[in-house]
């Protein structure tokens, strides 16, 4: 099993800047893509930022140039720096992973898909 753990989100005026962080940890063999998500009261969960292993990213249109995903694969982490906050940001943000598990010494690795418990970010106008 691989567990994910969030830190870092709370309440921050308009304008504002909050740094999650996202640390993954149990049986890993290999993480790939790290990413998060959000969700709102009463709407579906939404893509905020992905990145590979390789340092690839990718945002939607509505944070792009306000947040910045990084990740430090010694550290099996994964970082959300939001800046310029808006009320719209509003919502319980979840980390995700997926990579490969090991298994036993005669079988290969097993993929995984993970999310943390989640944490609220609240912006006030």
């Known amino acids: 099993q691989v567990q994910l753990v969030e830190s870092g989100g709370g309440l921050v005026q308009a304008g504002g800047s909050l740094r999650l962080s996202c640390l993954a940890s149990?049986?890993?063999?290999?993480?790939?893509?790290m990413g998060w998500y959000r969700q709102a009261p009463g709407k579906q969960r939404e893509l905020v930022a992905t990145?590979?292993?390789?340092?690839?990213?990718n945002y939607p249109d509505s944070v792009k140039g306000r947040f910045t995903i990084s990740r430090d694969n010694a550290k099996n982490t994964v970082y959300l720096q939001m800046n310029s906050l808006k009320p719209e940001d509003t919502a319980v943000y979840y980390c995700?992973?997926?990579?490969?598990?090991?298994?036993?010494?005669?079988?290969?690795?097993?993929?995984?898909?993970?999310w943390g418990q989640g944490t609220q970010v609240t912006v006030s106008s």
């Open positions: 995700n992973a997926e990579g490969f598990s090991p298994t036993s010494p005669a079988s290969p690795p097993r993929p995984f898909g993970s």
């Open positions: 149990g049986r890993i063999f290999r993480l790939n893509t």
């Open positions: 990145i590979t292993s390789g340092g690839s990213t």
